[in-house]
């Protein structure tokens, strides 16, 4: 097992269009998460998944980002109608309950323009 | 609600030097987590040390230390004898122990730059 993979990297999408970002976890950790980053800040945390049940979500989370996690498996993030607010670094964590340090993937950097 | 304070934007040393990175947090919770990242400019966040609330006894792993006190809530990081590979961002952050209570807050993050 390599990590966390996030993907894409990077994505470039017009103001109002509608992105999809993918993670994929440790295989053996049943935990997800999803933090947003914007530049010179700390990681804010967007939600949560416990297997396949959203157990927490931020007020950041606004009604047009979506998250699911279909089998407890992998995750995606959808952003809806993008907005240049939106621009960030979307990190995703995976752990394996207890009390130990998440593992994060590299992050997608969004640049709506 | 929680809160934690890194208020050292940027610190730059020559390398070998000590530097000292502070951490100050806010909660209300008698028990809870502390934790230190290290963020690369790769952007990948990396997990360096966790710490309970209740087990004060300050930690050393090779160059890294770090001092927990809790009277007067800081967790600071200490990097002895530092080097260039050091270079990065680090974030404290702060989790809550309660059942459910999963998210880390971060602090906003200390850019540290070893000079050769």
């Known amino acids: 097992d390599t990590g966390v993979s996030q993907d894409p990297r990077h994505k470039i999408t017009k103001r109002g269009q509608n992105v999809t970002f993918r993670c994929d976890p440790i295989?053996?950790?049943?935990?997800l998460y999803w933090y947003r980053q914007t530049l010179g800040q700390g990681p804010e945390f967007l939600t949560y998944?416990?297997?396949?049940?959203?157990?927490?979500k931020s007020r950041l989370l606004s009604d047009r980002f979506s998250a699911e996690r279909p089998k407890g498996s992998f995750s995606t993030l959808e952003i809806q109608r993008t907005e240049q607010g939106d621009s960030a670094m979307y990190l995703c964590a995976s752990s394996s309950g207890g009390n130990y340090g998440y593992t994060f993937g590299s992050g997608t950097r969004l640049t709506v323009v | 609600a929680q809160k934690v304070t890194q208020a050292q934007t940027e610190i730059s040393v020559v390398e070998k030097e000590d530097v000292t990175l502070d951490c100050v947090y806010e909660?209300?919770?008698?028990?809870?987590?502390l934790f230190w990242y290290k963020q690369p400019p790769s952007g990948e966040l990396v997990f360096l040390i966790r710490?309970?609330?209740?087990?004060?006894q300050n930690e050393i792993s090779g160059r890294y230390s770090w001092n927990f006190q809790k009277s007067t809530s800081s967790f600071n990081f200490t990097i002895t004898a530092s080097q260039v590979v050091d270079s990065a961002v680090y974030f404290c952050?702060?989790?809550?122990?309660?059942?459910?209570?999963?998210?880390?807050?971060f602090g906003q993050g200390t850019r540290l730059t070893i000079n050769p």
């Open positions: 952050a702060l989790r809550r122990v309660i059942q459910g209570a999963q998210k880390l807050v």
């Open positions: 998944f416990q297997n396949e049940a959203q157990l927490e």
């Open positions: 295989s053996e950790h049943n935990r």
């Open positions: 909660t209300r919770d008698t028990t809870y987590y």
């Open positions: 710490r309970n609330s209740f087990d004060e």
